[in-house]
Each structure stands twice: as structure tokens, then as C-alpha cells.
């Protein structure tokens, strides 16, 4: 079994920064993808970001492609979700993910979500 703990949401300006981190317990991280998922107030779950095991392959939705990063340190068990020029669209609650490799659709665990609220 993998927990996961995320941090570093909170209450910040459009156009500033956020990065946030996806923390790891249990199995090592880097047995699973990792993904991003956010969702707003009356709004579907969205796809923000997913990062390969090894790092080296990386996806995003169109509506946050060349603003955030996702990476991961897998020596420390963690994936982070760098947010730059932050808009109010991006305010939802974001939840990280640990993806079954080569399995859409299939997790092995969500955190609990960190909230980011961007005011305009």
C-alpha cells in the first residue's frame, strides 16, 4: 500500500507561483506514475498532469501546458506540481494520484487534496 500526503496549497495572487508537493509512504513511489488531478466547486474532476516513473515522460492538459511542471525526486519519495502565472480558472481543490504504470484509469492511491485559490 502507498499514502499519500499533499502540501504547499493555499491563497495567492493571479500571476504568482505555487509549487505543490505529493508526498509518499508506504511503497516507493516510483513503482506507480504520478498524477495531478484538480477539481473546482460544482465542477468534474480534471486532469492536470502525469509524470512517468523514471521521470522522463510527462503529459498536461492543454489548459495549463506551459505554466505548470510536474517532476518528481524519487530519492525522497515525491512528485511536485510547480504552478507558475496562476490564473483564478486554476482555484480547485488538487489531489495527486499514484497511477498503475500502462494502466489508464487504474490508481493505487489519491491523497487527500491541498487546496489553491487564486484571486484575481
Known amino acids: 500500500q502507498v499514502q499519500l500526503v499533499e502540501s504547499g496549497g493555499g491563497l495567492v495572487q493571479a500571476g504568482a507561483s505555487l509549487r505543490l508537493s505529493c508526498a509518499a509512504s508506504g511503497r516507493i513511489f516510483n513503482l506507480y506514475d504520478g498524477d495531478w488531478y484538480r477539481q473546482a466547486p460544482g465542477k468534474e474532476r480534471e486532469f492536470v498532469a502525469r509524470?512517468?516513473?523514471?521521470?522522463?515522460?510527462?503529459y498536461y492538459a492543454d489548459s495549463v501546458k506551459g505554466r505548470f511542471t510536474i517532476s518528481r525526486d524519487n530519492a525522497k519519495n515525491t512528485v511536485y506540481l510547480q504552478m507558475n502565472s496562476l490564473k483564478p480558472e486554476d482555484t480547485a481543490a488538487y489531489r495527486c494520484?499514484?497511477?498503475?504504470?500502462?494502466?489508464?484509469?487504474?490508481?493505487?492511491?489519491w491523497g487527500q487534496g491541498t487546496q489553491v485559490t487564486v484571486s484575481s
Open positions: 509524470i512517468s516513473q523514471n521521470g522522463r515522460t510527462t
Open positions: 494520484a499514484a497511477g498503475h504504470p500502462n494502466t489508464p484509469g487504474a490508481y493505487a492511491a
